[in-house]
């Protein structure tokens, strides 16, 4: 809906810079991808090693753990397939702890560009536009602000009653 809000809007006030080129296809593409392997590898043993890491712990250790994970996982391949690895091998009835991860796997991938579909598209955007992004210091200073926000949001997470 909110796409087809934002081809609506474009059409009327710029139709002539809608183009397919903004749509970025290979971004899309690949994330689709990332959910196809992702289940596959699940098939064949990631499931066992991220109930592993996760555990079972519906308390506080779990939850910390859930996040941790969360957020681990989503920098190696990209959050929204990272979250469908954690959901299942976490019990529906462990609220907090799929809270933890949706925390872990949402505040937690900022310290990579691939983590998050948003930071993909934020940084083929700044690629496109000219923009030099330096990677060394992008994933030094997200990576400590993942880390913190992450355990921030969880701890907050454990005190809400």
Not at 25 to 48: A, K, N, P, S, Y
Not at 87 to 112: D, F, K, S
């Amino acid at each position: 809906m909110a796409a087809a809000i934002l081809v609506a809007g474009f059409a009327v006030r710029a139709r002539s810079s809608l183009r397919p080129a903004l749509i970025p296809w290979r971004l899309l593409v690949f994330v689709t991808g990332l959910f196809l392997v992702v289940q596959t590898i699940g098939e064949h043993g990631l499931d066992r090693v991220m109930g592993a890491l996760v555990g079972g712990d519906p308390g506080t250790e779990g939850s910390l753990r859930a996040g941790a994970v969360g957020a681990l996982f989503a920098n190696v391949v990209n959050n929204l397939p990272a979250y469908v690895a954690g959901e299942a091998v976490i019990a529906p009835a462990n609220h907090t702890q799929l809270l933890a991860l949706l925390v872990g796997t949402n505040v937690g991938p900022l310290a990579t560009p691939w983590a998050s579909l948003a930071t993909l598209i934020w940084y083929e955007r700044c690629r496109a536009a000219g923009v030099a992004v330096p990677l060394g210091r992008f994933i030094a200073t997200s990576a400590a602000l993942a880390a913190l926000a992450t355990t921030a949001t969880v701890a907050a997470l454990l005190l809400t009653p």
